[in-house]
């Protein structure tokens, strides 16, 4: 089944302790990207990549860092979290075409406290 | 920059009847892609139809069509014979090259 797997679903840390969420695509898409949602922000992206080796920032990208070492990995590192990083996150991915829609993972709820 | 705004925080429909949730975008792009996505309690994000900037006919997708004025950069999505599995969040979003961009969300009730 074509899917973006993300883990773990609910994280609880405190601040300042190292976390990864992890991102994974079985479709081959060249394009990932991940959001952060917020309530009457709508969804903002944080950090993108259009292949292996290459990712860019998005709107939101302090406090976070991303890597791609392999097409279908995308994880979203948060070296030393703070209360304001609490958020529900979501990873996507497409096609390298950018006319298809994202197909996105069934979000991570992290608190930080 | 591009922004998008849906001003309607939240709205409400009776069972089978049609509700219209707006969006309005901004750009200085010819070419470019909307989409509206739900997402539901479950919180998944779930595509529900999109739009190519150059095609002028309004797309459809069984109960769901949008109304596309390009000039106006209005991109409305009309629900119609509501059902209460409708009932969700709506985000708008434009997608230009590397970014997708997401409106603020409407809430959707649908009253039985």
């Known amino acids: 089944e074509a899917q973006v797997t993300q883990n773990p679903r609910y994280l609880i840390t405190v601040t300042g302790k190292k976390l990864t969420v992890t991102c994974s695509q079985n479709?081959?898409?060249?394009?990932m990207s991940w959001y952060r949602q917020d309530p009457g922000l709508g969804l903002r992206q944080i950090y993108y990549?259009?292949?292996?080796?290459?990712?860019d920032k998005g709107d939101v990208p302090e406090g976070y860092k991303v890597s791609r070492k392999e097409k279908r990995n995308f994880p979203l590192i948060l070296e030393s979290p703070s209360p304001n990083q609490t958020s529900l996150y979501f990873c996507?991915?497409?096609?390298?075409?950018?006319?298809?829609?994202?197909?996105f993972g069934n979000g991570t709820r992290l608190t930080v406290t | 920059a591009q922004t998008v705004t849906q001003s309607q925080p939240e709205m409400s429909v009776q069972e089978a009847e049609t509700v219209t949730l707006s969006c309005t975008y901004d750009?200085?792009?010819?070419?470019?892609?909307l989409f509206w996505y739900k997402q539901p309690p479950s919180r998944q994000m779930i595509l529900v139809i999109r739009?190519?900037?150059?095609?002028?006919q309004n797309a459809t997708e069984n109960r769901f069509s949008v109304n596309f004025q390009k000039a106006a950069k209005s991109f409305s999505l009309k629900i119609s014979d509501s059902q209460l599995g409708d009932a969700a969040m709506y985000f708008c979003a434009y997608r230009n090259t590397d970014k997708l961009i997401f409106g603020t969300g409407t809430r959707l009730q649908v009253f039985p």
């Open positions: 996507a991915s497409s096609p390298g075409r950018w006319n298809s829609p994202l197909h």
């Open positions: 479709m081959n898409h060249e394009y």
């Open positions: 750009t200085s792009e010819s070419d470019y892609y």
């Open positions: 990549s259009m292949n292996v080796e290459v990712t």
């Open positions: 739009q190519e900037a150059y095609k002028q």
